[in-house]
């Protein structure tokens, strides 16, 4: 029942989003279209910015970071939920959701090469690698989501892997 409630009210929030931006959304009209009360929203998230970043999560949960295909299925989704995504990025008043994306990724793609290497600690230089390609990804992403027309979830996702530092590459491709 917990995470079906976090659905409705992810959908009210996706719908009050075509409608405006995100600063002139209120807790007490999610409800009201969730037909939930205060408390129970409160109860899941603990402001609309909570709510943003688990829409963000939920959806990205099952992407394989290390996959053209589920990369190019990801952005593909954001883009059927363009409004949703604009007034996000759109809304700087609190952590903007470019920062989550981007933690996010950092922490996915660190996990993901201490794992390959066996080790609990990545070099500096790695470090720096891994944080320098998910801000050009995250940065990327926004350009492409409010900006380009024209080109295909696909490309975008290929451009990705083909703009990943040689030392990620490295770790990431072993036998490509």
């Known amino acids: ?8 009210i992810a959908e009210a929030m996706r719908q009050l989003m075509t409608q405006k931006s995100l600063d002139k959304i209120r807790v ?3 409800c009201q279209i969730a037909n939930i009360e205060r408390p129970t929203f409160y109860y899941h998230f603990k ?11 939920n959806t990205i949960t099952n992407t ?7 990369i190019a299925k990801n952005l593909a989704t954001m883009k059927q939920d363009f409004l949703f995504y604009k007034r996000a990025y759109e809304d700087t008043s609190q952590t903007p959701l470019w920062k ?3 933690d996010y990724f950092v922490a996915k793609y660190t996990q993901k090469a201490q794992e390959l290497l066996a080790t609990s600690n990545l070099n500096q230089e790695l470090q ?10 995250v940065g990327i992403s926004r350009e492409w989501l409010l900006f380009d027309k024209n080109t ?3 490309v975008i996702a290929q451009r990705y892997f083909n703009a990943m530092p040689v030392s990620l590459r490295t770790i990431f491709f072993k036998d490509s």
């Open 1 to 8: 029942m917990s995470n079906r409630t976090k659905l409705w």
């Open 28 to 30: 007490t009209e999610i």
């Open 47 to 57: 402001d609309k910015y909570d709510l943003v970043s688990w829409i963000f999560f």
């Open 64 to 70: 394989n970071i290390l996959s053209t295909e589920s």
């Open 100 to 102: 989550y994306m981007f």
């Open 128 to 137: 720096f690698d891994i944080r320098f390609y998910c801000y050009g990804c």
């Open 152 to 154: 295909s979830a696909e």
